[in-house]
């Protein structure tokens, strides 16, 4: 028609009025992910999209910041905006507001989130493929297009062994279930089928896999370690540590028996690297779904609460207490259907005296760890990870802006690819509640 475009806002409208339709028909709702550079000329309608909860329901959004942004906004100077056809610049915006204003909105709403696409695109695999631009909906898993997600999750809580009165990683069992999954999830490929021709060709080339963990705070407590303590980050990164090396161990037998992935001479190992059946081989899912099935605690997220209402499906709400704390306070004499009830209306056990002191400081939840560890714990993981990391930084519903800031230059500093944060209160609608409902 010769006319203006009216930008990706307007055309994300459309992708999330067509998912609406589509989930009316299906079992589970769709998913988007809508992420756009800083340097877009229309960064700022999109930084702010959500502050009306009415739009864009059906996408979770990041700002795919780059390091000379960063850079601007430390040195507190202006960036330039580009034409996203033309890669010439359009405008100009001082990088300190633009960075508040993301601050701001993902205070007041939760989004959007951050990705730091240069850090990603450093450890991309294949950029003689083309760079990355975007990620799987919830964040962990940077994919050219066309290219689909294909994870998988261990359950940490199947790999204990008790030695004496306490709980250790038996990692020649761990070792043994990371060789099944990696050999799993590469039949995964050659097995399912895709709905478009491009998306198959795209993922044969190369053939990523993302094997990850979960229950990981399930772990914590039956080891009797705080999430919020220097021996959880040491377990963090020996376990994922483990979990990377033994990856890759497996997939270069595979490549033996199988052969590389067919874009190998086109990667980053084509000189030196190993060889490998996959170009990627670790990821950290949310795992919402899984860890229910599983019976076990999310990705690497602490306890959300040790009693809790989860909302499903239909506006169902099934009502939840961590097993681990219901077996010590049945084994230590101090269960009570008026202490469940009490815990259940609460996000922290932290002031209820009826709980020992020790196992209060084992059972820390999510609003009783500090903003710095969840980054730190976040950070932990990245590093032994070829992908990336879903994870949430809670932060209770009295914080402030300066915090949220605080971790999101954190988050940067510490090497991690990307931050969501999420403040209590700061959605009408939250998955995860604590509830007065009476313990049932």
């Not at 009025?17 to 960064?43: F, S």
């Not at 690297?273 to 860890?291: D, E, F, Q």
Request: glycine share 6%.
């Amino acid at each position: 028609t010769s006319g203006v475009a009216s930008g990706p806002v307007s055309f994300m409208k459309v992708f999330n009025t067509a998912t609406e339709v589509i989930k009316q028909g299906g079992a589970r709702r769709g998913a988007n992910m809508g992420i756009l550079r800083v340097d877009h000329p229309d960064i700022i309608e999109f930084i702010t999209i959500k502050e009306n909860p009415a739009e864009l329901t059906n996408f979770n959004l990041s700002v795919a910041v780059t390091d000379s942004f960063m850079d601007a906004v430390k040195e507190g100077k202006d960036y330039p905006l580009l034409n996203p056809r033309t890669g010439q610049k359009a405008a100009t915006l001082n990088a300190g507001k633009v960075f508040d204003l993301i601050v701001k909105s993902a205070w007041r709403t939760g989004e959007p989130g951050i990705v730091f696409i240069d850090r990603i695109n450093r450890d991309h695999p294949t950029p003689a493929l083309g760079m990355i631009e975007a990620t799987n909906p919830c964040g962990e898993q940077p994919l050219l297009p066309f290219e689909s997600c294909n994870l998988g999750s261990i359950n940490l809580n199947k790999t204990l062994r008790r030695v004496g009165n306490r709980f250790e990683v038996d990692f020649s069992r761990l070792s043994e279930t990371v060789h099944e999954a990696v050999h799993f999830l590469d039949n995964v490929i050659d097995q399912n089928r895709y709905p478009l021709p491009q998306i198959e060709e795209m993922t044969r080339q190369t053939r990523k896999i993302g094997l990850g963990v979960m229950g990981f705070a399930d772990i914590l407590t039956r080891m009797e370690i705080p999430y919020d303590s220097e021996e959880a980050l040491k377990l963090a990164e020996q376990v994922m540590g483990y979990v990377q090396r033994e990856a890759k161990t497996a997939s270069t037998a595979l490549a033996r028996e199988r052969g590389v992935f067919p874009a190998f001479e086109k990667s980053v190992f084509a000189r030196s690297g190993p060889r490998l059946r996959n170009s990627t081989v670790t990821t950290i899912a949310p795992t919402g779904t899984l860890s229910v099935i599983a019976g076990c605690s999310s990705g690497i997220e602490p306890l959300y609460a040790v009693s809790y209402v989860r909302t499903v499906m239909g506006g169902v709400q099934l009502f939840e207490v961590n097993p681990y704390f219901l077996h010590l306070a049945k084994r230590r004499g101090f269960y009570s259907r008026k202490l469940m009830s009490e815990m259940a209306a609460s996000e922290s056990i932290q002031d209820i005296e009826e709980v020992p002191k020790e196992i209060r400081r084992i059972f820390v939840t999510a609003h009783d760890i500090s903003p710095e560890y969840h980054m730190r714990m976040q950070a932990a993981f990245q590093h032994h990870t070829d992908n990336a990391v879903s994870k949430t930084v809670n932060f209770r519903k009295e914080a402030t802006q300066e915090e949220v800031r605080s971790v999101f230059l954190l988050a940067y500093r510490e090497g991690c690819k990307g931050v969501t944060i999420y403040r209590s209160g700061s959605r009408e609608q939250q998955v995860l509640a604590c509830t007065n409902a009476e313990y049932c």
